[in-house]
């Protein structure tokens, strides 16, 4: 289930918000773990079964590394056979086929496939089991008594499937006792609508364009620049969409879930555009792989290597494919590159250096969304007149005259400019009450609008499920 | 309005929007079909093992959700007014709006179909019409997007080269050119259709092209119902209803219309099904495989067969006068192969006439 459409919004949300705000406190967890199996199973019944067996495992081999805390062997024994466990789930649904296909590649071999179907927020789910264990190991977080409790935290329905990424010691207190609030639920249904107009509205229109733009016969470099840039709006408003949904739903229950997305495409660099870019995994990788590994208080050259596994791991997370995997490295190159070359230089000059990070953001992009890397090389060397395309075709003309409003829109709503107006008019107490009128109405009229494009029927796929 | 306000409005509106809206949807009846879409709605799906562990119970519950969704209409015209008036896009569902008159995007032209459609034009020749003693005449209708796409900066085929290529592969056919004789207001502004009251030229020139000659005047009946045609539901714009003529004369009185799917005779003209779903459907019970048109008062024994889509239900009742017999076969229904079971071509002329919709997109022809 995704939450952009009609049964999430009109009959799964209206359901559990009764069933929880009803529920006498203790059940308050019970009741939401029921509902995100729920809301697990409706997309994909049998992989609820993977999702049993994680949170099990990371239940009992929890309680077994915390009891023997002070027995180093055991405790990293139990440790690593969780990590084990997880990765190898994780592998065998999404990386077997990769592994298998590469294998027979170097090998001439034949071996068969095994043509696993991918369990839904596979990924999202094993890091934040991953990220529990090894923090009650490295004493940090006591481990989850309730099986429950534990439960709720990892099939938690707001950010199963796509994030943000939510570690257990982030909410562990506010499983155990949460506060409800007006003044929260307020802020947890602005958010929702908020990432619902993102999504519905822009990204999913985008995605019509860029559904339009592969599925044409009337190719031009035009068409090409309006698909780069179309897809690097259209994956950023999906995917913080996404996560603004999952945060304000997290606080109409009672939690703060952290930040997944700052303003990434004001970033003066990769460095920075990777501090606002999908932040919950960023800062994964940094505690529980960098760091660990001796992040950069170690020589040059394993420096080097920290960073290149780091990233070779963040683009393989996002699928099983080379694409990804050179998109990961693609970043690591450039993130090298600037923290030893010309980081400093590039922050002399804003306008370079913005002109510089979204070239290669968008270009970077380009290579995510390609099929394979033959067809990345091919699409970027378009862009640049390679491959013997038009300058222009009506088709790239009529969709960007077509799009121009959202693709405006989507570009300035991928800065602060909008929220800092709204920040500068509320500081007058005039423009702080007509911005409280205004806001509910504001929020009811997205709400409705969302509604009529839902109903319409319309390209609304998460980009994230299939990570 | 203070902070607190401003929260309690925002949660109660939310969530009354979303309460209200679940228990609607849940205690009203489910409707069977859309008017406007013309289309019929999915229904609550069957509940069993099977399909819950398939999927399948979660996909079909997703359709009817968003189908039996209370004010469906208004809430897709919302929409529509979203992506025109506050997005400022060009085109709803690929129907754009240009001087009044909706229409679909029809782009890019698929050179493959014109080249189907000319081979399947070919296969009725070569079976039923190639020794018939008749002529073969070939003829184009162009779409709305002729008038209207190029010239409002939408994406348009080149309809020269559509016609071309169809007459390059065609060539046992004798081309008749009714392009000159229509304009945009030969069309409704809502529906995909000509109007009948508009297109005597066009019949005319067509009969002459066929060695023909139509000289009857038609007195023009207006149906009492607004027509609200195809675009109208499929864009869920606010589009104003339009008058829908069809054109009388005393030579109908004594034609009679076989129908072959439902083996019964009529009139030209099926007013019961003016007031259904699709109103267009007056002339001649609208999208049918195979109909007989006889008018045993003509002053001639001459036969027509026309190969045609729907926009040769509203012309062909205007050749009446020339023709004893007219029968019109829609190969989107029947299969060529069994034409001849139904159809006999001695001594006939045949006209293929078909739209530039329809010849972009001959996957349907059979």
């Not at chain 1, 049993?52 to 915390?66: D, F, K, P, R, V």
């Amino acid at each position: 289930m995704v939450f952009s459409s009609i049964p999430f919004l009109y009959y799964f949300l209206p359901a559990v918000i009764a069933a929880y705000f009803i529920s006498p406190k203790r059940l308050k967890n019970a009741m939401l773990l029921v509902f995100s199996l729920i809301f697990y199973a409706w997309g994909e019944p049998r992989f609820v079964v993977f999702m049993l067996i994680s949170i099990a495992q990371g239940y009992l081999l929890g309680l077994l590394i915390e009891k023997f805390r002070e027995k180093p062997k055991l405790r990293r024994v139990f440790t690593l056979l969780s990590c084990a466990i997880s990765v190898g789930l994780l592998i065998w649904c999404k990386y077997a086929d990769f592994f298998i296909k590469n294998f027979n590649a170097l090998t001439g071999l034949s071996l068969p496939l095994l043509n696993i179907a991918l369990p839904i927020g596979i990924s999202f789910y094993t890091f934040q089991i991953l990220s529990y264990t090894i923090d009650v190991a490295r004493g940090s977080v006591s481990a989850q008594k309730n099986p429950i409790t534990l439960g709720a935290y990892v099939a938690m329905f707001p950010q199963l499937i796509a994030g943000p990424i939510v570690r257990y010691s982030d909410i562990a207190d506010q499983l155990s006792g949460r506060t409800h609030s007006l003044e929260k639920t307020a802020a947890g249904a602005r958010r929702f609508v908020i990432g619902l107009a993102k999504k519905v509205l822009i990204a999913n229109q985008l995605g019509e364009l860029i559904a339009a733009f592969k599925a044409t016969g009337d190719g031009s470099t035009l068409y090409m620049w309006l698909y780069a840039v179309a897809y690097a709006i259209h994956i950023y408003f999906d995917f913080s969409g996404y996560s603004d949904m999952a945060i304000g739903l997290g606080k109409i229950f009672g939690f703060d879930f952290p930040e997944n997305f700052n303003y990434p495409f004001i970033s003066k660099s990769a460095t920075e555009f990777w501090r606002r870019w999908h932040i919950t995994l960023g800062s994964w990788f940094r505690d529980y792989v960098y760091i660990p590994m001796g992040g950069n208080r170690v020589p040059k050259p394993r420096w080097l290597l920290n960073i290149f596994t780091v990233w070779f791991l963040t683009g393989f997370w996002h699928g099983a494919d080379w694409t990804f995997i050179l998109w990961g490295l693609f970043f690591a190159v450039l993130l090298v590159a600037e923290k030893t070359l010309y980081l400093k230089r590039l922050e002399k000059s804003k306008v370079l250096a913005h002109v510089y990070t979204l070239l290669f953001v968008t270009l970077s992009f380009v290579l995510f969304d390609s099929p394979s890397v033959g067809a990345a090389a091919k699409n970027i060397g378009a862009m640049f007149g390679a491959g013997g395309l038009p300058p222009i075709s009506a088709e790239a003309v009529y969709n960007l005259r077509s799009y121009a409003a959202i693709l405006i829109i989507g570009a300035v709503g991928s800065t602060p400019l909008l929220k800092n107006a709204l920040g500068k008019i509320s500081e007058k107490p005039l423009g702080k009450k007509l911005l409280n009128i205004c806001e509910p109405i504001a929020l009811l009229a997205l709400l409705a609008l969302c509604t009529g494009y839902l109903v319409d029927g319309s390209f609304n796929p998460f980009l994230y499920f299939r990570f | 309005m203070n902070d607190k306000l401003k929260n309690i409005a925002v949660t109660a509106l939310c969530g009354l929007w979303i309460f209200a809206a679940a228990i609607w949807g849940l205690v009203s009846s489910d409707a069977e079909i859309s008017l406007s879409e013309r289309r019929k709605l999915a229904q609550f799906p069957e509940i069993s093992a099977e399909a819950l562990s398939s999927g399948g119970f979660m996909s079909g519950f997703e359709k009817y959700a968003a189908d039996q969704f209370p004010l469906r209409d208004g809430f897709r015209r919302l929409k529509a007014i979203g992506e025109f008036y506050i997005f400022r896009q060009l085109d709803s569902n690929g129907i754009y709006l240009k001087n009044g008159y909706a229409s679909k995007l029809e782009y890019p032209l698929k050179e493959e179909t014109v080249k189907n459609a000319a081979e399947k034009f070919r296969r009725i020749y070569d079976l039923y019409l190639s020794g018939s003693g008749g002529k073969v005449y070939l003829s184009v209708i162009p779409d709305k997007n002729f008038f209207l796409a190029e010239a409002g900066g939408y994406p348009s085929i080149d309809f020269e080269r559509l016609v071309g290529l169809l007459r390059e592969n065609t060539e046992f056919a004798e081309y008749i050119d009714i392009f000159p004789t229509l304009e945009i207001e030969d069309y409704y502004r809502t529906d995909t259709h000509w109007r009948q009251e508009k297109i005597v030229d066009t019949a005319k020139a067509l009969a002459e092209g066929m060695g023909a000659k139509l000289d009857e005047e038609y007195e023009e009946m207006t149906l009492e119902k607004p027509f609200y045609g195809v675009y109208y539901g499929q864009s869920a714009l606010p589009l104003s209803g339009e008058k829908m003529i069809y054109l009388d004369s005393p030579i109908f009185d004594g034609v009679s219309v076989y129908n072959l799917e439902e083996d019964s005779y009529g009139g030209v003209y099926d007013l019961e099904r003016a007031n259904g779903a699709d109103p267009y459907e007056l002339f001649l019970s609208g999208p049918r495989s195979l109909m007989v048109i006889e008018n045993p008062n003509a002053e001639t024994d001459r036969e027509l067969v026309i190969f045609r889509d729907s926009f040769g239900s509203s012309i062909a009742p205007l050749f009446v006068e020339a023709y004893k017999k007219i029968t019109l076969i829609d190969i989107r229904y029947l299969p060529t192969m069994s034409i001849k079971y139904f159809a006999d071509f001695e001594g006939a002329d045949a006209l293929f006439l078909y739209s530039t919709s329809v010849l972009n997109n001959s996957e349907t022809l059979q």
